[in-house]
């Protein structure tokens, strides 16, 4: 690391104790962008990288809420609104029970460069809460995000921040979340909160849009290097939103997805996922994938607490989790024949993992970049309402596969221009450093 940016890193471990990932997620911004400070000095003498470090706003708040049982629960709630050089805050609300404030500032962190890359006028920011919706009635669910929304309706806002969904936060949260604002505010104010359903002001694409991204941005790399998904082995990790849509536009492009997993462990089904049954128990039921390898028959096989990284790949697209994938992990894959890897979560692969894809020549393409197809449909919505318009899903699906084959290109060049070729980590910590800087050395010392 360069000597002013490792001083830098210093400080933020200092003054972030014990927040790991969000350590993890500074180092491997600053550990790219060295050479920036050569041919831009000005960035280093405004201490733009030191603001940029440092959220603008932190919030953490209690959430009293009643079970079924009558009896009172409380949850922590949090919103780091992290960088609004850009536009409003944006990103989205995480409901698990690994939610603390080390990991929402890591999301948020990572957010600001992400939506820099998509080129659309959002900052970052990042919220959630250690509530657990898994096990929970509809009535528990709808009583706690009604809490939440109690607190968090007076520091969002069309023009200030605006949430989405996120692990644990799907369409039933969201309405339940936009339904308390509405009440509280007597606004219909539609641009608050991205992820909508269709009939109250949402966006076609935008239940797709993070797993299909994902797989466009990944068509890309394999393009640059003469391929494509055409007959691959692809695995996926994870059977939620992201990981089924990721599925799904596999399997447009050719690809044979033949494992996905969840925290019980992986199905292996050598014929391909069978994705409607897939989304009937993950996303209708709710169940685990035992069932789906149940009902599938002999074409599936369950392992439980397992890894899916052990399956043989030719293409990995992690979309479950962070730090999924070890060095270890990456080793395995790589002696496996995998070739590819778009990550659809947030910072799924450990620095050691990154490092033994990119030693291994293998086309790794980070989250910030990679599934960055999520919060640029989100940033449609919010177009689409600003504008009381509507538009059509192959429209919106077309302007997906633009940005994202756009931020591929862009991550693409950038690597080159800093000499360093094919290098998609450095392209996309690079690109989207000099969208935000630019914007702070413009707007003066914010």
């Not at 629960?73 to 029970?97: C, D, M, T």
């Not at 603390?100 to 990572?110: D, Q």
């Not at 925290?263 to 009937?280: A, H, N, P, R, T």
Request: charged residues 25%.
């Amino acid at each position: 690391m360069h000597e002013k940016l490792s001083s830098i890193y210093d400080n933020v471990l200092r003054r972030n104790p014990g927040e790991t990932e969000f350590h993890q997620a500074v180092r491997e911004v600053l550990e790219s962008i060295g050479p920036v400070l050569g041919k831009h000095p000005e960035y280093a003498e405004s201490k733009i990288i030191e603001r940029i470090c440092e959220p603008e706003r932190q919030i953490i708040f209690r959430v009293p809420w009643t079970d079924d049982r009558g009896e009172v629960q409380i949850n922590r709630g949090f919103r780091v609104e992290f960088n609004s050089a850009l536009g409003p805050y944006k990103g989205g609300l995480r409901f698990h029970p690994s939610v603390y404030l080390g990991i929402v500032k890591f999301l948020g962190f990572e957010q600001i460069f992400k939506n820099g890359l998509t080129g659309l006028p959002i900052g970052g920011g990042k919220g959630g809460s250690d509530f657990d919706p898994k096990g929970r009635s509809d009535r528990e669910v709808m009583r706690f995000c009604q809490s939440f929304m109690t607190e968090l309706y007076r520091h969002i806002g069309e023009y200030t921040d605006v949430p989405a969904g996120d692990i644990g936060v799907g369409g039933r949260e969201i309405g339940y979340l936009f339904g308390q604002y509405k009440r509280i505010t007597n606004r219909y104010e539609s641009g608050v909160i991205t992820g909508k359903g269709l009939a109250y002001g949402g966006a076609q694409v935008r239940t797709e849009a993070t797993g299909y991204g994902c797989a466009f941005f990944v068509d890309e790399m394999l393009k640059a290097r003469g391929t494509s998904f055409d007959g691959r082995r692809v695995a996926v990790s994870g059977s939620g939103n992201v990981a089924v849509y990721t599925i799904e536009k596999i399997e447009q492009l050719g690809g044979r997805v033949v494992a996905c997993s969840d925290s019980s462990g992986y199905v292996l089904d050598e014929k391909g996922i069978d994705l409607d049954l897939l989304k009937q128990i993950k996303q209708v039921e709710r169940g685990r994938l035992d069932v789906y390898a149940e009902r599938r028959g002999d074409n599936a096989t369950f392992v439980a607490g397992r890894s899916v990284w052990e399956v043989p790949c030719e293409v990995a697209m992690p979309s479950a989790t962070q730090n999924e994938i070890t060095g270890r992990d990456a080793a395995v894959m790589v002696g496996n024949g995998c070739i590819a890897v778009g990550e659809g979560a947030n910072m799924p692969t450990t620095p050691e993992g990154i490092k033994v894809f990119l030693e291994a020549g293998v086309a790794f393409g980070p989250g910030k970049a990679a599934n960055a197809g999520g919060v640029a449909t989100s940033a449609l919505e919010m177009q689409q309402n600003a504008s009381r318009d509507s538009w059509t899903f192959e429209f919106s699906e077309h302007r997906l596969e633009e940005i994202m084959r756009d931020i591929h290109d862009r991550c693409l060049q950038t690597a080159d221009e800093y000499g360093m070729p094919g290098d998609y980590v450095a392209g996309a910590n690079i690109d989207g450093f000099r969208r935000v800087a630019d914007a702070m050395l413009a707007l003066g010392l914010i």
